[in-house]
């Protein structure tokens, strides 16, 4: 029998973060294994519903035009009116999308899972800044724990996740399961035609982040990196590849630094044509964030066999130390960036460890990552659903059809 999965969510596709990511990877990875997965997140402008993903209105925010706060009401409607459809609730946010799957998950007798993506205390203090940090981070604890303990179980990307929510107070079963990466994506990039397209000389030393141009993702710390590697690598250039709400002040912080030649900020890239070209073009990816709850990005920059540079901060932790293809250099961008300035002027070390990164990124497969996720569904519908809620949700299920 197939197993039915409703996914919900406050952000999704064409909002390109790790949570849209990750949710878009195991659908598809999972489809493959025979489990049905369906989606309700918002509607950003005209998208349609269908293909399995049913999409619900919400409001901009202010000064986040990327997100949408989504109806209360509505998405409370939807979950409750599509969940009898299905097995089992796997909630991927912690904002309307939790308490419309809690609500519907309860009444239903169906058992609900949450994915704990972001790392809240690290990150409140960056859009609060008028409320002291220690006060935001003890309410993000809180709010966490209050959450986690609400669902039946809660899946976390690094073992660095799962014991910063035990410290929390955090008591429901947790199970560490990063997001996997689809290989045969990433490993096809024409780096050489990227950079033909963007007018890079093949023999330029170049440098790539992706990811939100957020402040909490440290990205004015690779910038400073960057002046330390130009005493080794004069040419190196640094691609910021993404957006948000940090490019205005980083453009300020690179022209103070005297690098703006030397930093290109790009924008989105398409992630199934020009994102994987573009790790493909890449002799180095760096990324600074120390507060990541895994780093997909890392992943996909092996998977593209790009060698990573990268603080061992929370989740990224679980990726590069020790692990080939991978350098974490000390949590200073003197240090970054001398290791930075070496590996793009070495061409012996660049091809060694790219080599490893292919390597690598095998053991994080999408395939092998959904095989993980489908088990843990199957261990939560036999273990933890109560033969009761089970008969609660055949009958919800049957009134539903008649």
């Known amino acids: 029998m197939t197993t039915r999965v409703l996914m919900v969510s406050d952000v999704y596709f064409p909002r390109v973060n790790g949570v849209s990511t990750s ?14 997965v369906d989606l309700i997140v918002p509607r950003y402008g005209d998208e349609a519903d269908g293909d399995g993903v049913i999409r619900v209105p919400g409001h901009t ?25 299905y097995d089992l609730i796997h909630i991927q946010t912690p904002f309307v999308a939790h308490y419309a ?68 107070g955090v008591t429901t079963t947790l199970e560490v399961l990063p997001t996997g990466i689809p290989l045969a994506r990433l490993a096809r990039g024409n780096g050489a035609a990227f950079r033909r397209t963007h007018a890079i000389g093949p023999e330029r030393a170049l440098a790539l982040f992706v990811g939100r141009v957020a402040h909490e993702k440290n990205i004015g710390f690779l910038l400073e990196a960057l002046v330390h590697a130009h005493k080794s690598c004069p040419s190196a250039l640094l691609l910021i590849t993404g957006d948000g709400p940090a490019k205005a002040d980083l453009q300020l912080h690179a022209a103070r630094l005297g690098i703006a030649d030397s ?71 003197h240090s970054f960036g001398l290791a930075l ?31 993980r996720l489908a088990a843990f569904y199957q261990q939560l519908l036999t273990g933890s659903a109560r033969p009761s809620s089970r008969i609660k949700a055949q009958a919800a299920r049957a009134s539903a059809g008649s």
Not at 265 to 293: H, I, K, N, Q, W
Not at 343 to 371: I, N
């Open 23 to 36: 949710m878009h990877t195991f659908r598809q990875a999972l489809a493959e294994r025979g489990l049905r």
């Open 61 to 85: 925010l202010p000064n986040d035009p990327e997100d949408r706060l989504l109806s209360w009401q509505a998405m409370h409607r939807t979950v409750l009116a599509q969940a009898g459809d």
């Open 101 to 168: 799957g809690v609500a519907a998950a309860r009444k239903l007798g169906l058992p609900v899972v949450t994915t704990y993506h972001t790392l809240f205390e690290e990150y409140l203090h960056h859009y609060v800044p008028a409320l002291p940090a220690s006060w935001l981070r003890g309410l993000a604890r809180q709010f966490s724990r209050r959450q986690c303990n609400a669902v039946d179980a809660v899946v976390v990307p690094s073992s660095a996740m799962a014991a910063r929510l035990r410290n929390y």
């Open 263 to 333: 930093v290109r900020f790009m924008g989105y890239l398409d992630r199934d044509t020009e994102l994987p070209d573009c790790y493909a073009a890449a002799d180095a990816f760096v990324f600074a964030s120390r507060t990541e709850t895994q780093g997909l990005v890392l992943l996909e920059a092996l998977a593209a066999g790009t060698p990573v540079i990268a603080l061992a901060a929370m989740g990224t932790t679980d990726i590069v130390v020790n692990t080939p293809g991978c350098l974490a250099p000390p949590d200073d961008p």
């Open 341 to 371: 300035g070496k590996l793009l002027s070495d061409s012996p070390l660049r091809h060694l460890l790219a080599a490893q990164a292919h390597q690598t990124a095998a053991l994080w497969s999408d395939t092998e990552m959904a095989g």
